[in-house]
């Protein structure tokens, strides 16, 4: 079992760029997949990254890439969303999720943060 703990959001201008952390509690974090998704009021929770459990493979959203960011860091049990270029349709709840399977699907991820707020203005 793992606990998982976002941290990082807050409110940016658009164009600006946010950092936001996981960090997971348990010995067992680099035999995780990890993945970012996040969800805006009135709306389904939508995939935004995932990375494998190297680091070696990582998959985005069409909506984040090339301005979007996911990397781990086995030896300090975390995983990072460097967020560049932002915009008001960036604003969500963002949570980071383990889970078994190198996937995009949120119904297959087994453990989720509490979730940190990211807000941009236009």
């Known amino acids: 079992q793992v606990q998982l703990g976002e941290s990082g959001g807050g409110l940016v201008q658009a164009g600006g760029s946010l950092r936001l952390s996981c960090a997971a509690s348990g010995r067992t974090f680099s035999s995780y997949v990890m993945g970012w998704f996040r969800q805006a009021p009135g709306k389904e929770r939508e995939f935004v990254a995932t990375?494998?459990?190297?680091?070696?493979?990582?998959t985005y959203a069409d909506s984040v890439k090339g301005r979007f960011t996911i990397s781990r860091d086995n030896a300090k049990n975390t995983v990072n969303l460097q967020m560049n270029s932002l915009k008001p349709e960036d604003t969500a709840v963002y949570y980071c999720?383990?889970?078994?399977?190198?996937?995009?699907?949120?119904?297959?991820?087994?453990?989720w943060g509490q979730g940190t707020q990211v807000t941009v203005s236009s």
């Open positions: 999720a383990a889970g078994e399977l190198f996937t995009t699907l949120h119904d297959q991820y087994d453990y």
């Open positions: 990375i494998s459990r190297s680091g070696g493979s990582t």
